[in-house]
């Protein structure tokens, strides 16, 4: 149980109930509240389905009748109708259109952090492409004579110390981009739910709001 943001009771529900606390009184006033709709919902069922009788009732009444029945009758299939009280959830079929893929990957950044991520991919591409090609060039002028094995392992190891550099920053950079569209989708998504109006919530289920 709390009050203005702390927790005075706590323990189990039959506990709380014989305490005589607020508890006590919070229940008691939703019982209340549910005990006096029962009572107005079987009040009108009570009037709509009582009837006076026919031999009491001019022609003039008689149609008269009918025509509020009629009208009573057509305003409960259409109350029938719009009166659901949960909303089908919105599922979306078949492939994920590009529009999904456009807004994840520019929602952070626009662009220019697509651009800055594949100029990383490229760079670390390359260089393992250099690598390999430095490696195939060296041992290929072993048999000339002309091979330098201290310019051999001084590029090679720059080579691979700059690949380790790059992976890291596409790594980094993809993880950051990844982070950030996150955090933007989710404080979209929490200020909607805070913004949104009381009908909202009698429709929706908890449940499918929290896996959002």
Same mark, same amino acid.
């Given at each position: 149980v709390m009050?203005? #943001?702390?927790?005075?009771? +706590?323990?189990k529900?039959n506990?709380?109930?014989?305490c005589?606390?607020?508890?006590?009184?919070?229940?008691?006033?939703?019982?209340?509240?549910m005990e006096l =709709?029962? @009572?107005?919902a079987?009040?009108?069922?009570?009037?709509?389905s +009582? @009837?006076p009788?026919h031999?009491?009732?001019?022609?003039?009444?008689?149609?008269? @009748?009918?025509?509020?029945s009629?009208d009573?009758?057509?305003?409960?299939?259409?109350?029938?109708?719009?009166s659901?009280?949960?909303d089908?959830?919105?599922?979306?079929t #078949?492939?994920v259109?590009w529009?999904?893929?456009?807004?994840?990957l520019?929602?952070?950044?626009g662009w220019? #952090?697509?651009i =800055?991520l594949?100029?990383?991919q490229?760079?670390?591409?390359?260089s393992l492409? =250099?690598?390999?090609?430095?490696?195939?060039?060296?041992?290929?002028?072993?048999?000339?004579g002309? !091979?330098?094995? +201290?310019? !051999?392992i +001084?590029?090679?190891?720059?080579?691979?110390?700059?690949? %380790?550099v790059?992976?890291?920053?596409?790594?980094? %950079?993809?993880?950051?981009?990844?982070?950030?569209?996150s955090?933007? !989708? !989710?404080?979209?998504?929490?200020?909607?739910?805070?913004h949104?109006?009381m009908?909202?919530?009698d429709?929706t289920p908890? #449940?499918r709001?929290?896996?959002?």
């Open positions: 009050r203005e #943001g702390k927790i005075v009771q +706590s323990g529900y506990d709380l109930l014989e005589g606390t607020d508890f006590e009184a919070l229940v008691s006033a939703h019982e209340n509240a =709709v029962e @009572k107005s079987s009040i009108l069922n009570d009037n709509h +009582s @009837k009788s031999d009491s009732l001019t022609n003039g009444q008689e149609r008269m @009748k009918e025509n509020e009629k009573y009758s057509d305003s409960s299939k259409a109350n029938n109708r719009t659901k009280l949960i089908e959830e919105q599922r979306e #078949g492939h259109s529009h999904i893929y456009k807004m994840y520019t929602e952070a950044y220019y #952090g697509i =800055v594949l100029i990383f490229v760079l670390w591409q390359g492409v =250099v690598a390999d090609y430095w490696l195939a060039l060296e041992t290929s002028n072993t048999s000339s002309s !091979f330098n094995a +201290s310019m !051999f +001084s590029v090679y190891s720059t080579i691979a110390v700059a690949s %380790c790059f992976v890291v920053l596409r790594i980094f %950079c993809m993880t950051f981009l990844g982070l950030k569209t955090q933007v !989708f !989710f404080k979209q998504i929490l200020n909607s739910i805070l949104a109006p009908s909202f919530f429709t908890s #449940g709001i929290l896996s959002r």
